[in-house]
């Protein structure tokens, strides 16, 4: 069968090659300006959102009552918890740190906007997170953004006051669209490079007789 051949998928796979070789999509080497701390700090944003996902999907599957009942799920939601709280610190000083940075240089606008979005995103998912605590703290939040969200004509479609929609709103919707754009965000960064210090001299480009030479 010839290089061009096998059909759609193989026309999608060569696509997909040639946009993130293996080189590419999985690194091994990092450039010298990537040692500084606030390159540190997107890593840490997937780790935590990582253990938001697997504490948060634990509580899911036991269900409401066990995370106020036992000492285990008091735990896990403990842990999930304290997790949401790093995770929106480390994202926050990502976020900030690539505005300073001006990180949409170099074609990376897309990358910037669906990093900006995840924020916003994340935002909404913590705010639900707090809707179905089943306590006091949750009660009153809900009630005092009850007003508001029906100021603006929402109140019907995004009801906080209905514990069941917040928790699928939470568990189910938010998470699902947080997750594909977290990896969009991640796919383009890794498509378009680490955003160098403003700074940073220039790399030149290699032409193919640089290439065939090395």
């Not at 304290?82 to 994202?91: G, N, Q, R």
Request: charged content about 10%.
């Amino acid at each position: 069968m010839s290089e061009g051949g096998g059909g759609w998928t193989g026309a999608v796979r060569r696509r997909a090659v040639r946009a993130l070789p293996p080189d590419k999509l999985l690194p091994d080497t990092q450039p010298a300006y990537m040692a500084s701390w606030i390159y540190v700090f997107g890593v840490l944003t997937v780790a935590a959102l990582i253990v938001v996902l697997l504490t948060g999907g634990v509580l899911a599957l036991k269900g409401p009552a066990w995370w106020h009942v036992s000492g285990t799920g008091r735990y896990v939601n403990g842990l999930h918890l304290w997790s949401v709280e790093l995770f929106m610190f480390f994202m926050v000083i990502h976020l900030w740190g690539k505005f300073f940075m001006a990180a949409w240089r170099g074609r990376r606008a897309l990358t910037w906007v669906t990093g900006a979005v995840c924020f916003f995103a994340s935002i909404g998912t913590a705010f639900t997170g707090y809707l179905v605590q089943q306590n006091f703290d949750s009660q009153w939040i809900a009630g005092q953004a009850k007003d508001g969200l029906n100021s603006v004509g929402i109140g019907a479609f995004f009801n906080v006051l209905d514990f069941g929609q917040m928790l699928m709103w939470h568990i189910v919707l938010l998470p699902f669209a947080l997750g594909l754009l977290t990896a969009w965000h991640i796919l383009l960064v890794r498509l378009r490079g680490i955003v160098p210090p403003i700074d940073a001299a220039p790399v030149p480009a290699k032409g193919p007789t640089q290439e065939a030479a090395q």
